[in-house]
């Protein structure tokens, strides 16, 4: 049985930093993607690892303020987040699919491909608030 977890969530005040991870059993993360969901907003992409070349992908939002990787043994998946704003409070959840090779980076910016990614987390809270 396939498991993600992700941790690391939790309450900063805006301009702080988290570090998320998220750890796979039964499964690797050699593609691995980072979803967040804001309250009573659909899903966003955040950023994903392409495993066919390891190019790391960023939605525009999070560039130069997000970093995201993972381990040498593509069991665990990092997000460290920068500079943080209240519009980055979301529950963050990390995803996987054998079909994410071929999504990634378009499904950053298509939402309506997260329910069809076979392996989800249920995702930690980050709560930007001063």
């Known amino acids: 049985q396939v498991q993600l977890v992700e941790s690391g969530g939790g309450l900063v005040q805006p301009g702080g930093s988290l570090r998320l991870s998220c750890v796979v059993s039964?499964?690797?993360?050699?593609?691995v993607a980072w979803f967040r969901q804001a309250p009573e907003k659909g899903h966003e992409g955040v950023s994903c690892?392409?495993?066919?070349?390891?190019?790391?992908y960023y939605r525009d939002s999070v560039k130069g303020r997000f970093h995201m990787s993972r381990d040498a043994a593509k069991v665990t998946a990092y997000l460290e987040m920068n500079a943080l704003t209240p519009e980055d409070t979301a529950v963050y959840f990390c995803?996987?699919?054998?079909?994410?090779?071929?999504?990634?980076?378009?499904?950053?910016?298509?939402?309506?491909?997260?329910?069809?990614?076979?392996?989800r987390g249920q995702g930690t809270q980050v709560t930007v608030s001063s």
């Open positions: 690892i392409d495993g066919t070349d390891d190019k790391i």
């Open positions: 995803a996987t699919s054998k079909r994410l090779r071929d999504w990634c980076p378009s499904i950053l910016y298509a939402p309506s491909l997260f329910n069809l990614l076979d392996y």
């Open positions: 039964g499964f690797n993360l050699d593609t």
